[in-house]
């Protein structure tokens, strides 16, 4: 059975080449970056280079560049960073539709009886940026927004939301880690203090991110351990996964205008596509300000976990707008923070391109999910309610 990935939020294919670099730090030159001797210093190197790459796709300087264990690693130690380095300030600012990463950080510092802000978005998934302005207190530790969301690909104004906060003297944390490697990110224009990004979002392995940290930024390290990356994250570095990275860095700086031309291109197509051939559908967040290899659009009357079996069924890989809570299939918390109707938010699907992806692969999807709707809407009591309400049964 053919396979047609569409799920390139939750994770991408490791490119050949970032393979091909990291294969011989496996076996060949396994040395232990810290160690005196000439083994342990020619991996040092190649390590510093892989920083450099990172660098350069950031607009940062090396030094400001830290490896970690993944995205989440990044989002905690940032958040938790920061407020362990101003433990007199207790209040934390962030945003409704966050990824847990990040939003569970929040509810574990409300646990911890931190007061905690989190901003509203409206119906296209925007922020409130006066709503931001007017949360900032003299109290504020730190404010953390996404840079774009996961499941809607909606970006947030990051440079007016930095700025805002940066004219409060306070620091500002932003969880790249669907926009790095899609859109392109200067920090040398963007006062941000605390950037993460994960590799397994720009084809590099599982288990690799960075954290950012802009020079002079006050950050305790989360990790407590050696000295590596000067002291601000303990632990023996992944060496061939930094240098995968640091080989994903550089492609993705290469492949960028593809990305943002072709890639959006296919985007936009499918999703006209399917606006076109399945009545009742709608796409969530703002259509405009978003990455341009996301979509999430709603089946109304259908539920999204049926959509995704059956195109499963076909060897398509998307992902669904909800979360299996405790048995029940709830809407996810963007989509409920977004008010997208009870309907709609139910039958959500996500599909997520990459360089990878194939106009020939949106073709086959076009082909096959307008039948997979119309099959579940024909067993759908909602379906049925709504056609009676529309005097069309
Ligand atoms: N932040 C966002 C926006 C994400 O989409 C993800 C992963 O899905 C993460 C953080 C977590 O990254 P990791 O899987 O590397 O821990």
Known sequence: MRTVYV?????????????????????EYYGNPSSMHFFGGQVARKVNEARERAADLLGADPSEIVFTGCGTESDNAAILGTVDSYPEKRHFITT??????????????????????????DREGRLDLDELKESITGQTAIVSAMYANNETGVIFPI??????VKEKGIPFHTDAVQAVGKIPINLRKLPIDLLSLSGHKLHAPKGIGILYIRKGTKFSPFM????????RRGGTENVPYIIGLGKACELAQKNMEDENTRVKALRDYLEQKILDRIPNTLVNGDRVNRLPNT???????????????????????????????????????????????????HGSIRFSLSVYSTKEEMDYIIEHLPPIIQRLR????????????????
């Open 7 to 27: 799920d390139n939020n939750a994770t991408t294919k490791v490119a050949p080449e970032v393979l091909e670099a990291m294969m011989p730090y496996f076996s």
């Open 224 to 231: 407590i351990g050696g000295h590596q990356e000067k002291g």
């Open 295 to 345: 979509v999430s659009v709603s089946f109304e009357y259908v539920e999204g976990e049926s959509i995704l079996l059956l195109l499963s069924d076909l060897g398509i890989c998307a992902s669904s707008g909800s979360a299996c809570t405790s048995g029940s299939l709830e809407p996810s918390h963007v989509l409920r923070a977004m008010g997208v109707p009870f309907t709609a938010a």
């Open 96 to 121: 409704r539709v966050e990824h847990p990463a990040v939003g569970n950080v929040s509810t574990y510092l409300s646990r911890k009886g931190y007061h905690v802000t989190e901003l509203v978005v």
């Open 159 to 164: 440079e007016k939301i930095a700025e805002i």
């Open 378 to 393: 024909d067993i759908s009591p909602f379906w049925k309610d709504y056609l009676k309400s529309q005097g069309k049964k």
